[in-house]
T-cell receptor, first 118, second 121 residues
Framework: GAVVSQHPSRVICKSGTSVKIECRSL??????MFWYRQFPKKSLMLMAT?????????EQGVEKDKFLINHASLTLSTLTVTSAHPEDSSFYIC??????????????FGQGTRLTVV | AQTVTQSQPEMSVQEAETVTLSCTYD???????LFWYKQPPSRQMILVIR??????QNATENRFSVNFQKAAKSFSLKISDSQLGDAAMYFC??????????????????FGQGTILTVHP
């Protein structure tokens, strides 16, 4: 199946600093990517939809200035957590569907990034 | 907006036995897709099985099968002959059949709360 690579898998940063998480589609072009946030033993909550060549679409309640998303190319989307605080500590997962495939195709997920803000 | 509900936070099963995980959803759409994903301790999301809403026949993948009741908006997962490797968190997910605004992709998934499955040897 298609591969989505997410980096880094773990990161620890100091409060007030920014952290960038990368999501790459390795063997297909992803015009759309999705960013989810997951708390321990909880569900995946969609944060935003990353669109290549245009602005990201954020879900209600997600701070655009806090979580900056850039879809720089057809294979790369980045999520930058700006001025991170301990409450931003979480597991972040990206996902990319195959472009122009039907809605019954599976979404391919990155390995996730565990962010810890100290 | 669509919602997905998994009412069983935790379930357990003996190895080789059968277990059923429940999922209900709410939508005003008539055409959509439903999925079960597995998230093992590695936290990598793995597709288990998918179901098209327009199909009456329940999907089956080896030891995994679903009971899809469209009128009741219910989509349960049955795991037969449970194995230790089945231990994971399971998520039910919904996807609309409508593409995004640009028509370039589908993909936005709405997930249930998840069910942690423990398999006892």
């Amino acid at each position: 199946g298609a591969v989505v690579s997410q980096h880094p898998s773990r990161v620890i940063c100091k409060s007030g600093t920014s952290v960038k998480i990368e999501c790459r589609s390795l063997d297909f072009q992803a015009t759309t990517m999705f960013w989810y946030r997951q708390f321990p033993k909880k569900s995946l909550m969609l944060m935003a939809t990353s669109n290549e060549g245009s602005k990201a679409t954020y879900e209600q309640g997600v701070e655009k200035d806090k979580f900056l998303i850039n879809h720089a190319s057809l294979t790369l989307s980045t999520l930058t957590v700006t001025s991170a605080h301990p409450e931003d500590s979480s597991f972040y997962i990206c996902s990319a569907p195959l472009p122009r495939e039907g809605p019954n195709t599976e979404a391919f997920f990155g390995q996730g990034t565990r962010l810890t803000v100290v | 907006a669509q919602t997905v509900t998994q009412s069983q936070p935790e379930m357990s099963v003996q190895e080789a036995e059968t277990v059923t995980l429940s999922c209900t959803y709410d939508t005003s759409e008539s055409d959509y897709y439903l999925f079960w994903y597995k998230q093992p301790p590695s936290r990598q999301m793995i597709l288990v099985i998918r179901q098209e809403a327009y199909k009456q026949q329940n999907a089956t993948e080896n030891r995994f099968s679903v009971n899809f009741q469209k009128a009741a908006k219910s989509f349960s997962l049955k795991i037969s002959d449970s194995q230790l490797g089945d231990a994971a968190m399971y998520f039910c997910a919904y996807r609309s059949a409508r593409p995004n605004a640009g028509g370039t992709s589908y993909g936005k998934l709405t997930f249930g709360q998840g069910t942690i499955l423990t398999v006892h040897p």
